[in-house]
């Protein structure tokens, strides 16, 4: 079946490093994706990475795939209060014209 | 800012009423779909339209209704509404491109709000 779970929540402290995983169950999926939204807005791409990959690294984020174990992480370096939002993984199984399935989301807070 | 535009951005309207929601997207994007987020639910995949046609159904009620019209802009009908209507519907469009990436990106939503 098609399920995309994470953890809900995680607090960080401004200037460190947060990481929020993501496991997903189809092993047919080709790309991966990392989407931020903020609170009253839409959502934004981060990020994403095609299956074929381990790691992809953009500016302060690096993304990392075990498809054996079919996990996602996102790294963000250097946390800062405007990454305060919550985080959705999401794949894009083969076969399903495209569509996204997303998980329930990672609220991500950061503290002073 | 996506590039994709949404109309309205709120809706308030009571049950058993009918509502339109209005997308446009990214100019030269030939693909739109369509979602719903809603606490219970999370984020769901509703429909997919691509260049006028109809490609994917995913979770649409009978009650709710879409199409992509010649300019791309595409409508999601919502009627005989429900309390559980309630939601943030989402539009996203993409440029489908062949053995790459069909990277979606997302409007700002319209917050339905059915009393």
């Known amino acids: ?10 607090s960080v402290r401004e200037g460190d490093s947060s990481v929020i995983n993501c496991t997903y169950t ?12 903020e609170p009253g807005a839409g959502l934004q791409l981060l990020t994403y990475i095609f299956s074929n990959m381990d790691m992809k690294q953009d500016q302060r984020l690096t993304v990392l795939l075990n498809k054996k174990d079919k996990h996602l992480s ?8 405007g990454d305060s939002a919550i985080y959705f993984c999401a794949e894009s199984p083969s076969g399903g014209y495209n569509k996204l399935i997303f998980g329930a989301g990672t609220r991500l807070a950061v503290h002073p | 800012d996506s590039g994709v535009t949404q109309t309205p951005k709120h809706l308030i309207t009571a049950t058993g009423q009918r ?19 809603s606490l219970d639910q999370g984020l769901q995949f509703l429909i997919h339209y691509y260049n006028g046609e109809e490609r994917a159904k995913g979770n649409i009620l009978e009650r709710f209704s879409a199409q992509q019209f010649p300019d791309l802009h595409s ?12 939601a943030l519907y989402f539009c996203a469009s993409s440029v489908e491109e062949v053995g790459g990436t069909d990277t979606q990106y997302f409007g700002p939503g319209t917050r339905l709000t059915v009393l």
């Open chain 2, 19 to 37: 509502v339109t929601l209005r997308c446009s997207p990214r100019s030269g994007d030939l693909s739109v779909y369509w979602y719903q987020q």
């Open chain 1, 26 to 37: 189809d092993s047919s999926s080709t790309y991966l994706y990392w989407y931020k939204q």
């Open chain 1, 1 to 10: 079946g098609e399920d995309v779970e994470q953890s809900l929540f995680l």
């Open chain 2, 75 to 86: 409508e999601l009908n919502l009627s005989s509404l429900e309390l559980g209507d309630s």
């Open chain 1, 74 to 81: 996102l790294r963000i370096a250097d946390t800062q209060t």
